[in-house]
């Protein structure tokens, strides 16, 4: 059962410190999404990747934020150093674009990040 | 400016009976993408459904149907036969503008009652 995993499913942390969180795509998945959703702003889209390079992190704060896709079965988002107002889930989705778009996308668990 | 809209209500639906929810979306590219998305309060979100703006008929996935008005700029979904474990947020995205960004509305709440 294909599916995307992303650990870790919760993260309580102290600000000020590194967080990194990890994804694993669906196998053959050439697009990898981050969102970031909270109950003030919803569903925001952080970063997005194909074929393993960066298109798309205007919805990252850059100076904390970093993603990264070291090999294709890993991408990771990681907050140094996260803040409280990073507080919110975190989700990871994947999907094929065959042609020019994606026309199925699908999300990892999330994981639920509470900086205190 | 809000790409997609989702304006309905928490809604209440009783069990077996069909219920439609609304969204419209913002956008002059004229090749896009819609999803649907159910979130269960366990916090996943599962894919449920897709229409291009080229197909020329309504995207179907078993109980779920895409009542897509192209001129209306609505993707309007449709749960037949709903059963409780339809009860969820249900969110509506566009993919637009020549890549593969998906842009989410702010969800509508079903609750299937017995």
């Known amino acids: 059962d294909a599916r995307v995993t992303q650990t870790p499913r919760d993260k309580v942390t102290e600000m000020g410190q590194e967080v990194t969180m990890r994804c694993q795509p669906i196998?053959?998945?050439?697009?990898v999404f981050w969102y970031r959703q909270t109950m003030m702003q919803g569903l925001e889209l952080l970063a997005y990747?194909?074929?393993?390079?960066?298109?798309?992190d205007s919805g990252m704060p850059k100076d904390r934020f970093s993603a990264e896709m070291p090999d294709a079965t890993l991408a990771t988002l990681k907050i140094q150093p996260s803040e409280p107002r990073d507080s919110a889930v975190y989700f990871c989705?994947?999907?094929?674009?065959?042609?020019?778009?994606?026309?199925?996308?699908?999300f990892g668990q999330g994981t639920r990040l509470t900086v205190v | 400016a809000q790409k997609i809209t989702q304006t309905q209500p928490g809604m209440f639906v009783q069990e077996k009976e069909a219920v439609t929810l609304d969204c419209t979306y913002d956008?002059?590219?004229?090749?896009?993408?819609l999803f649907w998305y159910k979130q269960p309060s366990s916090g996943e979100m599962i894919f449920l459904i897709y229409q291009g703006s080229y197909d020329q008929q309504n995207a179907t996935e078993g109980r779920y149907s895409l009542n897509f008005q192209k001129a209306r700029k609505s993707a309007n979904l449709v749960i037949s036969a709903s059963q409780l474990g339809d009860s969820a947020m249900y969110f509506c995205?566009?993919?637009?503008?020549?890549?593969?960004?998906?842009?989410f509305g702010k969800g509508n709440q079903v609750v299937v009652i017995p």
């Open positions: 196998l053959g998945h050439n697009t």
């Open positions: 956008t002059s590219d004229p090749s896009y993408g």
């Open positions: 989705a994947s999907g094929l674009v065959a042609g020019r778009y994606v026309t199925e996308a699908f």
């Open positions: 995205a566009m993919r637009e503008n020549g890549n593969n960004r998906l842009a």
């Open positions: 990747f194909r074929n393993r390079a960066p298109l798309d």
